[in-house]
């Protein structure tokens, strides 16, 4: 069986990687130069089933928690298993009871606690939500590292071509992302917007969120002094630059954290595209020779491993159906 994936953001190189560890032939294809261009590449990397689950529904809280052994079986190196923490400015507290309502796996924190978790954030926080289950992971090289592991397996990538014939291939799994949202795709788009800070003067074990009435702002640590600073939620399908108004409120949150965001290097801003469906559940549509796995909206590395899998499962059965059948 002959399979091409179209894509190569985070959805369509779990799915190569299944597909390719069951034995299946493997190609990809990608519009750009290089591997996880797209929302991807702005990714938190969090995976946060429980938090998550304030608002997401149970699908994805389940298959959230597979993602984070997946990821740690595959690129151990890369996942810190520390949990999130998760606290309100003094005006927010409120904010805090709420979000305990909605979620489980967690357990109540003061401000000692706090203190030993994260000792930059000491007397800055009177009470907090400490989720010990939770982990993350440096999103681009989670990408590198899945590319490195494909090629590894024999999978041919075909870079620059978004037109790639599909003649030949059995199945054509699209994870072109927000590229399918189009009408009648059922999807649209939810802009999100980030920033990367770089200080020595702080350090952090594990994502730390921010409980905001708007929309959820975190700071998620990266390798060399790195923070992401994320992410705004808008109903929205234009990338463009960050506006005045998302940085300020980004800044504004890093600062809240700790005031010594208030130092620190701007290395980088930009936006992604979360392609949703109107429930935000990720899915995978289609039976025929053309599939899809879209609709990743906030979820995409907390996600695509349980689609992938489910894929390649359900690949390799129905190949075998048919081999029996001959
Ligand atoms: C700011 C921000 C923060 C986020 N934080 C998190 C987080 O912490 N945890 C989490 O789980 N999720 C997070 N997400 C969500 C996650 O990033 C997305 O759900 C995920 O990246 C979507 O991946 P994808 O592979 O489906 O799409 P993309 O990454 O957009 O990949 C699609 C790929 O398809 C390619 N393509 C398009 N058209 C074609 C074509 N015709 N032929 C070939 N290739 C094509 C594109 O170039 C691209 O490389 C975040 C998103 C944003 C924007």
């Not at 091409?4 to 294809?29: F, M």
């Not at 990608?30 to 998550?52: D, F, T, V, Y």
């Not at 059922?186 to 708007?214: N, Q």
Request: aromatic share 8%.
């Amino acid at each position: 069986m002959r399979i091409l994936i179209k894509g190569a953001g985070v959805t369509g190189l779990t799915a190569a990687y299944a597909l390719a560890r069951r034995g299946l032939q493997v190609e990809v294809s990608e519009r750009c130069a290089l591997p996880g261009p797209g929302a991807s590449h702005c990714a938190g990397g969090m995976l946060a089933p429980w938090c998550e689950g304030e608002t997401a529904p149970d699908r994805v809280v389940e298959a959230g928690k597979l993602s984070i052994d997946w990821w740690t079986d595959v690129l151990p190196h890369l996942v810190r298993r520390n949990g999130t923490l998760v606290v309100a400015p003094a005006r927010d507290t409120q904010e805090l009871e709420r979000f305990a309502n909605r979620t489980s796996h967690f357990k109540w924190l003061g401000e000692d606690e706090i203190a030993r978790l994260e000792p930059a954030l000491s007397g800055r926080f009177r009470r907090g939500l400490f989720f010990p289950g939770e982990a993350h992971l440096d999103p681009r090289s989670a990408l590198a590292g899945l590319y490195e592991k494909l090629l590894e397996h024999g999978v041919t990538f075909h870079f620059n071509a978004p037109e790639h014939p599909e003649a030949g291939f059995s199945k054509v799994v699209d994870c072109t992302g927000k590229t399918a949202i189009r009408s009648g795709s059922g999807l649209r788009g939810v802009r999100g917007e980030m920033l990367h800070l770089r200080t020595p003067d702080i350090r952090l074990s594990r994502p730390v969120r921010l409980l905001h009435p708007r929309f959820p702002l975190y700071v998620v640590p990266q390798s060399n002094r790195r923070f992401m600073v994320g992410a705004t939620m808008i109903e929205s399908e234009n990338e463009g630059a960050i506006s005045a108004r998302s940085l300020m409120e980004l800044l504004n949150a890093a600062y809240a954290l700790h005031p010594a965001f208030g130092e620190a290097e701007v290395l980088e801003t930009a936006s992604g595209i979360r392609p949703a469906y109107a429930d935000n559940i990720p899915a995978a549509h289609g039976t025929g020779k053309h599939i899809s796995i879209n609709g990743m909206y906030r979820h995409g590395y907390l996600m695509a491993p349980a689609l992938a899998e489910e894929l390649a499962e359900w690949l390799v059965q129905s190949h075998h159906a048919l081999e029996a059948a001959q």
